[in-house]
C-alpha cells in the first residue's frame, strides 16, 4: 500500500514536472521574441556597455516580482472564495493572448535596434529604470493574469506557493535570456544585420506560442 502510495505520488510529481517544463519553454520563446524590454536591453548594452544592459535587466526583473506577489496573493484568494470567478480568468486571458497574436500579426517583422545615440548613465539609474519600465507597465500585469494561471501544477500546493513558483521560474529564464542578450549584444546585432528575416520568424513563432497558450487555456 505504501509502494502503491509512493508510486502514484511520483506519477502526479512528473506531470507537475511537465507543466513547469512546458510553462518554461514558453517563456523562453516569449523573452527571446523581440519586445520593448529585450530592445532596450539590446541597445543600451550595444550603446553603453554591457553592465549598463545587466543593470538593466536587474530592474526589469525585479519589477516581474512585484507582479508575481500581486498575482500569488490577488488570484489566491479569488481561487479560494470563487472558483468560477477563476475559471473565468483562464477565459480572459486565453481571449487576452488571442489578441496579443492578432497585435503581432499586424505588427512590422523587422527588428529595429538603431537610432538611440549614447547617454551615459549609472547602473543605478538603469536598474530604476528598468524597474519602473516594468512595475508601472499595466500591459505586464495583465500578461501575467492571463499567462499564470494556466499553469498551475499541483492539487495539494497552496496557489500562493505555485504562483512565487512560477514567477521565480519566470524571473530565471528570462534572466538568462536578457542576460545573454545584454552579454552578446555586439554579436546580437551583427547577425541581426546580416540575417533579415529573423525578425520574420521570431514573429510567427510568438504568435505561435500565444495561440497554442490560448489554446490550452480554453481546453485545459
Same mark, same amino acid.
Given at each position: 500500500?505504501?509502494?502503491?502510495?509512493?508510486?502514484?505520488?511520483?506519477?502526479?510529481?512528473?506531470?507537475?514536472?511537465? &507543466?513547469?517544463?512546458?510553462?518554461?519553454?514558453?517563456?523562453?520563446?516569449?523573452?527571446?521574441?523581440?519586445?520593448?524590454?529585450?530592445?532596450?536591453?539590446? &541597445?543600451?548594452?550595444?550603446?553603453?556597455?554591457?553592465?549598463?544592459?545587466?543593470?538593466?535587466?536587474?530592474?526589469?526583473?525585479?519589477?516581474?516580482?512585484?507582479?508575481?506577489?500581486?498575482?500569488?496573493?490577488?488570484?489566491?484568494?479569488?481561487?479560494?472564495?470563487?472558483?468560477?470567478?477563476?475559471?473565468?480568468?483562464?477565459?480572459?486571458?486565453?481571449?487576452?493572448?488571442?489578441?496579443?497574436?492578432?497585435?503581432?500579426?499586424?505588427?512590422?517583422?523587422?527588428?529595429?535596434?538603431?537610432?538611440?545615440?549614447?547617454?551615459?548613465?549609472?547602473?543605478?539609474?538603469?536598474?530604476?529604470?528598468?524597474?519602473?519600465?516594468?512595475?508601472?507597465?499595466?500591459?505586464?500585469?495583465?500578461?501575467?493574469?492571463?499567462?499564470?494561471?494556466?499553469?498551475?501544477?499541483?492539487?495539494?500546493?497552496?496557489?500562493?506557493?505555485?504562483?512565487?513558483?512560477?514567477?521565480?521560474?519566470?524571473?530565471?529564464?528570462?534572466?538568462?535570456?536578457?542576460?545573454?542578450?545584454?552579454?552578446?549584444?555586439?554579436?546580437?546585432?551583427?547577425?541581426?544585420?546580416?540575417?533579415?528575416?529573423?525578425?520574420?520568424?521570431?514573429?510567427?513563432?510568438?504568435?505561435?506560442?500565444?495561440?497554442?497558450?490560448?489554446?490550452?487555456?480554453?481546453?485545459?
Amino acid at each position: 500500500m505504501v509502494i502503491r502510495t509512493f508510486q502514484v505520488k511520483l506519477i502526479s510529481s512528473r506531470l507537475n514536472y511537465d &507543466i513547469l517544463l512546458a510553462f518554461s519553454m514558453a517563456t523562453f520563446v516569449l523573452a527571446l521574441s523581440p519586445g520593448p524590454d529585450n530592445i532596450f536591453v539590446l &541597445i543600451q548594452s550595444m550603446t553603453n556597455g554591457k553592465r549598463n544592459g545587466l543593470a538593466v535587466v536587474a530592474g526589469l526583473m525585479t519589477g516581474c516580482l512585484v507582479h508575481t506577489t500581486l498575482l500569488a496573493f490577488g488570484v489566491s484568494a479569488i481561487i479560494k472564495n470563487n472558483p468560477a470567478i477563476f475559471t473565468f480568468i483562464k477565459m480572459f486571458g486565453a481571449a487576452y493572448l488571442i489578441y496579443l497574436a492578432v497585435m503581432v500579426y499586424k505588427g512590422g517583422d523587422v527588428i529595429a535596434i538603431g537610432g538611440e545615440t549614447k547617454n551615459k548613465k549609472s547602473l543605478r539609474s538603469l536598474y530604476k529604470q528598468g524597474f519602473i519600465m516594468n512595475v508601472l507597465n499595466p500591459k505586464v500585469t495583465i500578461f501575467f493574469l492571463a499567462f499564470f494561471p494556466g499553469f498551475l501544477f499541483s492539487d495539494s500546493l497552496s496557489t500562493v506557493i505555485q504562483f512565487y513558483t512560477l514567477g521565480f521560474l519566470f524571473i530565471l529564464v528570462s534572466s538568462v535570456v536578457f542576460g545573454s542578450i545584454a552579454l552578446l549584444s555586439g554579436q546580437i546585432s551583427i547577425f541581426l544585420t546580416a540575417n533579415k528575416k529573423t525578425g520574420f520568424v521570431l514573429k510567427w513563432v510568438q504568435i505561435m506560442v500565444f495561440i497554442g497558450i490560448a489554446v490550452y487555456l480554453f481546453f485545459g
